[in-house]
């Protein structure tokens, strides 16, 4: 089995900074894209940054030059940093990526179970 873990969420105040972390567990044999998804009340869940095995990044307009994506590959996780948080920053933020464990070697996309950002003064 293989598991993402969130962590880092919180409440924060406009123009603030977060860092969100996601760790992958189990019988992996490699990761590949990794990114950040949120949702917010009421909207569809959509994307906010992605980073491919070798380093490549793609941002959504509404985030670009404020959030940072990164990854660790020996530590199997992926990183958010959020800069300069507005209230329209608030969402549930989840992280995703395309996993092939160990036995059998199939490419499976996973998602964590979310962590609340919250920006309000």
């Known amino acids: 089995q293989v598991q993402l873990v969130e962590s880092g969420g919180g409440l924060v105040q406009p123009g603030g900074s977060l860092r969100l972390s996601c760790a992958a567990s189990?019988?992996?044999?490699?990761?590949?894209?990794m990114g950040w998804y949120r949702q917010a009340p009421g909207k569809q869940r959509e994307l906010v940054a992605i980073?491919?095995?070798?380093?490549?990044?793609n941002y959504a307009d509404s985030v670009k030059g404020r959030f940072t994506i990164s990854r660790d590959n020996a530590k199997n996780t992926v990183y958010l940093e959020m800069n300069n948080l507005q209230p329209e920053d608030t969402a549930v933020y989840y992280c995703?990526?395309?996993?092939?464990?160990?036995?059998?070697?199939?490419?499976?996309?996973?998602w964590g179970q979310g962590t609340q950002v919250t920006v309000s003064s």
């Open positions: 995703n990526a395309d996993i092939a464990q160990v036995f059998p070697r199939l490419t499976t996309n996973y």
């Open positions: 189990g019988s992996i044999f490699s990761i590949y894209t």
């Open positions: 980073i491919t095995s070798v380093g490549s990044t």
